[in-house]
Each structure stands twice: as structure tokens, then as C-alpha cells.
């Protein structure tokens, strides 16, 4: 069994920052994709950055060059760092793994999430 344990969430202004981190425990391949995904209250949960087990990274196009994925493998762990920050970024941040796969192409163990808030 995998657990993700999430941290890092807050409330901060706009156009701060904050760093997101989800560390992975349990028997799970190495080759892994991770990411995170975010979820508004009324909305769907949606992708926002995923790194796969060669390290290629993707984001949704609302976060590009605000926000950039990163993982330690040594550590099981992946990060979300995020500037430049908009209240629309609010929503509970979940982190994803995918086992066995090059690309976050499905979920399977999402974390418990934590709550991003961006207000003045």
C-alpha cells in the first residue's frame, strides 16, 4: 500500500508564493509519474503539473510559467512551487501517483490534500 502525505498549504496574499510537498511511503515502482492536481469548490478536480519517471513535466496551461514540478527521487517526494499566485488558484492541491507508468495517465493513490487559499 502507497500513502502520500501532502504539505505546505496556506493562506497567502496575491502574488506571494508557496511550496508544496507530497511524500510517498509504502512498496511502489520506480517507475512512477507523480503530480498534482487541485479542485475548487463546484468544480472539477483538474491536472495541474505532473513529472513522470524520466523527469518530462507538464502543466496546465492556467499555471505555466508560474508554477514548476520538481521531484527527489532519493526521497520519494515531489514538490509544487508555486509564484506569482492568483485567487483562482485556490482549491485543495491532492497529490497523484500513477504506478508503473512513464506519464501521469490515470491515478492510482492520491493523497488526503491541502488547502491553497490566495485572498488579501
Known amino acids: 500500500q502507497v500513502q502520500l502525505v501532502e504539505s505546505g498549504g496556506d493562506l497567502v496574499q496575491p502574488g506571494g508564493s508557496l511550496r508544496l510537498s507530497c511524500a510517498a511511503s509504502g512498496t511502489f515502482s520506480r517507475m512512477s509519474a507523480m503530480g498534482w492536481y487541485r479542485q475548487a469548490p463546484g468544480k472539477q478536480r483538474e491536472l495541474v503539473a505532473a513529472v513522470g519517471s524520466d523527469d518530462i513535466t507538464n502543466y496546465a496551461e492556467s499555471v505555466k510559467g508560474r508554477f514548476t514540478i520538481s521531484r527527489n527521487n532519493a526521497k520519494n517526494t515531489v514538490y509544487l512551487q508555486m509564484i506569482s499566485l492568483k485567487p483562482e488558484d485556490t482549491a485543495v492541491y491532492y497529490c497523484?501517483?500513477?504506478?508503473?507508468?512513464?506519464?501521469?495517465?490515470?491515478?492510482?493513490?492520491w493523497g488526503q490534500g491541502t488547502q491553497v487559499t490566495v485572498s488579501a
Open positions: 497523484a501517483l500513477r504506478e508503473g507508468s512513464y506519464r501521469l495517465d490515470g491515478v492510482d493513490y
